[in-house]
């Protein structure tokens, strides 16, 4: 089984940073697309920022600007900078990755466990 293990989340006030980091392990090959996600109460989950595994990168764009996502490779670690932070960004962020657990295996997608940002004013 593949692990995604988030941490970095906590409590900030508006125009702080913030720097989320998920870390996979267990059996694996190599790892496609990874990106964020995040939820607040009462809404749909919704992608936040993605990356691919040769750097190309995607972000909503209520986040542009402001959030960077970036990616180790040999750690099989994404992280997320966030910078101004807003209230509106508060939510739980949840880690994804789409891995190959061994060569030529059919790309598998994994979730994290959440972490709780809060942006107070």
């Known amino acids: 089984q593949v692990q995604l293990v988030e941490s970095g989340g906590g409590l900030v006030q508006t125009g702080e940073s913030l720097r989320l980091s998920c870390a996979a392990s267990g059996t694996i090959f190599s790892i496609s697309g990874m990106g964020w996600y995040r939820q607040a109460p009462g809404k749909q989950r919704e992608l936040v920022a993605s990356?691919?595994?040769?750097?190309?990168?995607n972000y909503s764009d209520s986040v542009k600007g402001r959030f960077t996502i970036s990616r180790d490779n040999a750690k099989n670690t994404v992280y997320l900078q966030m910078n101004s932070l807003k209230v509106e960004d508060t939510a739980v962020y949840y880690c994804n990755a789409e891995v190959m657990r061994r060569f030529y295996s059919p790309l598998t997608t994994y979730w994290g466990q959440g972490t709780q940002v809060t942006v107070s004013s």
């Open positions: 990356v691919t595994r040769g750097g190309s990168t």
